[in-house]
């Protein structure tokens, strides 16, 4: 596809470098007709985690029209940088980091924006990680993995998981369990009942690793130079996709349409993998998880947003705003949502026209691992110490 055959965007400066689209296009996908499985409808119950969802694939669709132009609900100041939001019934939950709280965990009242409740996690400013399932937030910090009552932020149950001493990843909670992964001595994944915080099973990994995601009856767990997929009820590793070197740190990865998308795996650079076996597909050089619709995959690459046919591809648009692209793009019935390090909300209908630009403020404090959320017919946007809430 020619530069001359791309949609331009009608934003300012929606120009990018031939280098960058080059980039985006070097997907080499193989030509497998499998169509993405419908995203989770808002109206249905279900987990809540990093990018909306436990396959972290950025993508979501409402039962109830949701498209441009969107009003604001309201917007609180949580005194400190903001996490990513999950859902549990009425409420929204992040975390944050405030001088007067240290590190919190915040329910929020969808509707309104009011605070239901407020927990302390760790006096000092360290990062905690959340997800939502069956009236339960689990919350992952340095050191002590917790499982808060949702509805009034009340302690169930909390386990400290030997033998890591460090615990830094984003947890996923489906089905009765609940997988959250430490570091310390080498790496591991931890399996715990939702219910009692028994512990399931432990599988230790080489390398680092930030997340873990569902998908296709699998539990995936990213790392520099590895990606495992293992069996979710037991531990027992399926398949392994490793490249013969070793690293720490990570990036969260992504399941959708049958394949697995890992930042960050291939040392440098990112892969993309079949789920069923772990076979390469192709190269992912976003360092930023993209998002996905239908068969598009959305990717901030450099400075600009690209829609990129997953099939075959070709580069369907690209956006380049003034200011830098600071968080994954979310895709909510087809309409797709990028927040910039200015605070500037950036929405694009399908086809690549920029339908709407909401100046939020403050912009890029958000606490690492920060994404945008959505449900119950709401987009809620970290932005700095800001969290706010968007619909129709």
């Not at 909510?332 to 990028?338: D, E």
């Amino acid at each position: 596809m020619s530069p001359s055959q791309i949609v331009r965007s009608r934003g300012p400066d929606a120009l990018v470098s031939l280098h960058a689209m080059r980039l985006i296009a070097a997907f080499a996908f193989a030509w497998v007709l499998v169509f993405p499985s419908p995203s989770r409808a808002a109206g249905e119950p279900g987990p809540s985690a990093y990018q909306i969802d436990v396959a972290h694939d950025g993508s979501i669709t409402f039962l109830t029209p949701f498209k441009p132009p969107l009003r604001k609900l309201w917007s609180v100041d949580l005194g400190g940088p903001v996490s990513y939001p999950v859902l549990s019934g009425n409420l929204v939950i992040v975390t944050a980091q405030s001088p007067r709280f240290g590190t919190y965990v915040a329910a929020l009242d969808i509707a309104t924006g009011k605070i239901i409740w407020r927990k302390i996690v760790a006096v000092e400013f360290g990062p905690a990680y959340i997800a939502a399932d069956a009236g339960f937030v689990f919350v992952s910090t340095d050191s002590l993995f917790e499982a808060l009552n949702a509805t009034n932020g009340a302690t169930v149950w909390a386990r400290q998981l030997q033998p890591q001493y460090l615990l830094n990843a984003m947890p996923v909670a489906a089905n009765g369990l609940v997988y959250t992964a430490g570091q310390g001595y080498g790496s591991s994944i931890f399996a715990l009942d939702e219910k009692t915080g028994q512990q399931e099973w432990t599988q230790l990994l080489d390398g680092g690793g930030v997340g873990a995601m569902l998908g296709d009856g699998k539990l995936y767990f990213p790392v520099p130079c590895d990606v495992p997929a293992l069996d979710p009820t037991t531990g027992k590793v399926i398949w392994n996709y490793a490249i013969g070197c070793h690293g720490g740190g990570g990036d969260p990865g992504a399941y959708y349409g049958g394949r697995v998308y890992a930042p960050g795996a291939n040392d440098i650079s990112g892969v993309v993998l079949g789920a069923k076996n772990g076979q390469s597909l192709g190269a992912l050089t976003s360092s930023v998880l993209p998002a996905f619709h239908g068969r598009t995959m959305y990717a901030i690459s450099g400075k600009s947003l690209v829609a990129t046919d997953i099939y075959s591809g070709n580069i369907d648009w690209f956006f380049t705003p003034k200011d830098n692209l600071s968080l994954p793009p979310i895709a909510i019935n087809g309409f797709v949502y990028t927040r910039s390090d200015t605070g500037n909300l950036y929405i694009h209908a399908p086809g690549g026209r920029l339908a709407q630009t909401i100046a939020i403020g403050q912009g890029s404090s958000t606490l690492p691992g920060g994404s945008l959320g959505a449900g119950q017919n709401t987009v809620f946007v970290p932005s700095g110490s800001l969290l706010a809430a968007f619909a129709p």
